[in-house]
């Protein structure tokens, strides 16, 4: 559910990514335009060299496109220095690979500290930060472990609180889940979908359909384009959506999204309403709609 | 399936008012499958008639005398219950299923473009299944204890569901265009 900020986190428009010229050109990305707004998930899916990899690149600056635009946080990367990209990354964004690229000599903490030490802040400051990362993402009791001695599930819960480490607030993440099970996967899916409800933004590709119906919004890419998209909407995906963050705490936060809009039929009911709801209730007729 | 099997495994656990039956029945199941009363009582009467149920006569009061029934399981219905549930449920609607039938037909079909039709069904389908996480996850934020009850395994079996159809609609495309690899 997007925040009401000025700006998109990621602003990715008509843009094309085309290697080599003449006729050995291969083009990755032909024209893909979205927008990752805070408090976004959006997933990416498409069969493999559909352009996936090549938007996530462009999408951290580390690519720049051939015809189009990019802005992260509002700041367009085309035609910018390398040095500058550097600094757009590293103020804004986190970047979560399949392979982890955990230092294996440093703790978890260690690690996580690592960018913002690298970004000139105080050690003291940088690991209270990395501390509270770690806490967000639920490994405060493993901050002193090394990566050798995690699970994978929690050694990608590491390079997830290292990309937010210092309120970095967009995440790209190519194939986070890819050598986890389904379960673990959902998992950190699940994190970085709290993340985003808490107001960061975050670009995930994925393969798998489980982990990308936590996003709001799924863009489907073949031949580097946009196929179809799925847009969950208005609806708030999480606990509560942002007008209801700011009321007082008396459950009404939880109350589920009016009907409409949902299934394009009757809205599907939210949780909890008041003890003595069916968790389920109108969910049969929500689904059988539209077929 | 009726509800007639529903009643019966509900009293399996002990005797039971029909508004009682119909309260456990739909906070199992989360409210998937409404029932209204009327119909409650119709099933418990046939129940009673094919010798699966016995009813406790019922007392004094100023409810009509169905909701003042004890129902209860006779030993026929216990073993109709035990035999319910041994017997695996048979998966019959599937090859009748408007997708499967509607891709088969648009498959050749001069003018229809079968791509088209499997991306619109693509993102209709993800819609469904990221309102099902959402819901799903909705429910367990606001109560860990969640995951543990019945109906969440009625909600999870539409994630299973819904989930193959995409991976289903992901094969459909790669037969299409063998040079797209199925992810
Ligand atoms: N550096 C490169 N030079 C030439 N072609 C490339 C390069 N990088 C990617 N491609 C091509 O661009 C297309 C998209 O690749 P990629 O974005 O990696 O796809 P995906 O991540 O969806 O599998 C593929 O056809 C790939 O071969
Ligand atoms: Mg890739």
Redesign the pocket.
């Known amino acids: 559910m997007r925040f009401a900020t000025a700006a998109p986190a990621l602003a990715v428009h008509a843009a094309w990514r085309i290697?080599?010229a003449g006729r050995l050109a291969?083009t990755?990305?032909a024209g893909v335009s979205l927008e990752v707004w805070p408090g976004e998930l959006v997933a990416v899916m498409?069969?493999?060299?559909?352009?996936?990899?090549?938007?996530l690149n462009l999408a951290g600056g580390l690519d720049q496109p051939t015809r189009g635009d990019v802005r992260i946080m509002g700041t367009s990367t085309v035609g910018r220095r390398p040095a500058a990209l550097a600094q757009l990354r590293r103020r804004h964004l986190g970047l979560v690979f399949q392979e982890l690229n955990l230092v294996g000599s440093l703790t978890a903490l260690e690690n996580v500290a690592l960018p913002r030490e690298l970004d000139g802040v105080p050690v003291r400051t940088a690991r209270r930060e990395a501390g509270e990362a770690l806490e967000a993402v639920g490994l405060g009791h493993r901050a002193d472990r090394f990566p050798a001695r995690l699970s994978g599930g929690e050694q990608q819960r590491v390079a997830i609180a290292r990309a937010l480490v210092g309120g970095r607030r967009l995440v790209l993440a190519d194939e986070p889940t890819g050598a986890l099970d389904t379960s673990t996967g959902d998992e950190v899916l699940r994190l970085i979908r709290e993340r985003c409800d808490t107001g960061a933004a975050a670009l995930v590709?994925t393969h798998n359909p489980r982990h990308a119906a936590w996003a709001d919004r799924v863009v489907f890419?073949r031949d580097?384009r946009e196929a179809t998209r799925s847009d969950y909407g208005a609806e708030p995906f999480g606990a509560a959506r942002p007008a209801d963050r700011a009321a007082p705490a008396d459950g009404r936060g939880l109350s589920a999204p009016t009907a409409g809009g949902t299934l394009g039929a009757p809205g599907v009911e939210g949780p909890a309403r008041g003890s003595g709801e069916l968790p389920l209730a109108g969910l049969a007729a929500a689904l059988e709609a539209p077929r | 399936m009726s509800i007639r099997h529903g009643l019966m495994a509900l009293l399996a656990e002990g005797d039971g008012y029909g508004n009682q039956l119909r309260t456990s029945f739909e906070e199992r199941t989360g409210g998937t499958w409404p029932l209204n009363i009327g119909q409650v009582y119709q099933t418990l009467d046939r129940l009673v008639r094919d010798g699966l149920v016995t009813t406790v006569e019922p007392g004094d009061g100023d409810l009509p005398p169905q909701a003042r029934t004890l129902y209860g399981l006779t030993p026929t219905g216990r073993a109709e219950v035990v035999r319910w549930f041994a017997e695996p449920v048979s998966r019959a609607p599937a090859p009748r299923d408007e997708l499967s039938i509607k891709l088969a037909l648009a498959m050749g079909l001069p003018g229809v473009d079968v791509t088209a039709v499997l991306d619109a069904q693509r993102a209709a389908t993800m819609r469904t299944l990221q309102a099902l996480t959402s819901l799903r996850h909705r429910h367990l934020a606001a109560d860990p204890a969640s995951a543990r009850k019945p109906w969440m395994l009625v909600l999870e079996r539409l994630v299973f569901d819904t989930e193959a159809e995409l991976r289903w609609l992901d094969h459909c495309q790669a037969t299409l265009d063998p040079t797209e690899a199925p992810r």
């Open positions: 290697h080599g291969v990755a990305l498409g069969p493999s060299g559909s352009g996936k990899s090549t938007l590709v890419l580097g």
